[in-house]
């Protein structure tokens, strides 16, 4: 068997044990999905005591000069044990921190990154959209964590990407894009050029509902330009990594479809928001994870947005 094929049939997990480094935590596992490309699987569920906030996917990229981070977890806890997983991988400096959106599942670990002094990449509307929900974010993440969101804290972007960008890892070119708004205003993908891998962010959810937080009609655009840069592996947000594709997509985009058209259907025939919510969608239940949370906020959601279109 040849390196290249080794990777792809045996995942390269990683466990880093707390008297590893200097405060004891728990350790984090990430499996190498692609040469360079290190993932962690997070909780299929909302943020609870049990589970520390570890609930979406997030890891990091290795170049030959430094390492680009994915995603940063829940808690500056979460952020540490991804911190102490690189350090098991390899000593090259962190020289940048990316959010993918404002969500708090994927940024409250930054600050774990600190003395690392990297840029902090977002999309130009990250920082705004963080500011607006950062008291809301940090009341909510302690009362559903308790102790276990102790020094959690937004770190905002110093580096902001409009369209799209490029970041140096030495051997290893990332190509960062952002888009309309979809899952929320400002959502960013990740792209691996060199080993063809995607990290969509929240704009592919896969077993987990998608959660709308921006706009329906944004994100099947979005979903239609990204089908089109066929990636050779993925990290979703949330759900298995490195999922089919582009079946996984197509599952979420059916998801979305759906929605939007039953919502203006119910929108043609004089329905209220509540009638809407009560009857679109019953037979989603089976297909989703989490879709007693989310469903009917999606519902809501699609109904403002759509209520008003031309």
């Not at 950062?134 to 369209?163: C, F, K, M, Q």
Request: some cysteine; glycine content about 8%; aromatic content about 6%.
């Amino acid at each position: 068997m040849n390196a290249a094929s080794a990777w792809q049939k045996i995942a390269f997990v990683i466990l880093i044990a707390s008297a590893t480094i200097s405060r004891a935590q728990t350790a984090l596992s990430v499996t190498q999905i692609a040469p360079g490309n290190y993932a962690h699987r997070g909780h299929d569920d909302v943020a609870t005591p049990a589970n520390g906030g570890d609930i979406a996917n997030i890891g990091f990229i290795v170049g030959t000069r430094c390492v680009a981070v994915v995603d940063t977890g829940g808690t500056l806890a979460e952020g540490r044990a991804l911190r102490a997983a690189i350090r098991a991988v390899t000593p090259l400096p962190v020289c940048y921190v990316i959010n993918t959106h404002m969500h708090p599942d994927h940024i409250f670990g930054n600050a774990a990154f600190r003395d690392d002094h990297p840029q902090f990449v977002g999309s130009a509307t990250l920082a705004q959209a963080e500011a607006a929900r950062a008291d809301n974010y940090l009341r909510a993440l302690h009362r559903e964590l308790g102790a276990a969101a102790a020094g959690s804290e937004i770190v905002a972007p110093t580096r902001v990407i409009d369209g799209t960008g490029t970041l140096d890892l030495g051997g290893r070119t990332l190509t960062l894009r952002t888009w309309k708004t979809a899952h929320t205003n400002n959502d960013l993908t990740v792209y691996d050029e060199k080993s063809g891998t995607l990290w969509t962010g929240d704009l592919l959810f896969v077993r987990c509902i998608p959660v709308v937080d921006g706009s329906v009609v944004g994100w099947l655009d979005d979903i239609a330009r990204i089908r089109q840069m066929n990636p050779h592996h993925v990290v979703p947000g949330h759900g298995p990594l490195d999922p089919p594709w582009p079946q996984s997509l197509d599952t979420e985009e059916r998801y979305l479809a759906d929605l939007a058209r039953d919502v203006r259907a119910a929108i043609r025939k004089g329905e209220t928001i509540q009638q809407a919510v009560d009857s679109i969608g019953l037979d989603e239940r089976e297909k989703w994870l989490l879709y007693d949370i989310y469903h009917r906020r999606n519902v809501t959601a699609a109904y403002a947005e759509l209520e008003w279109e031309q």
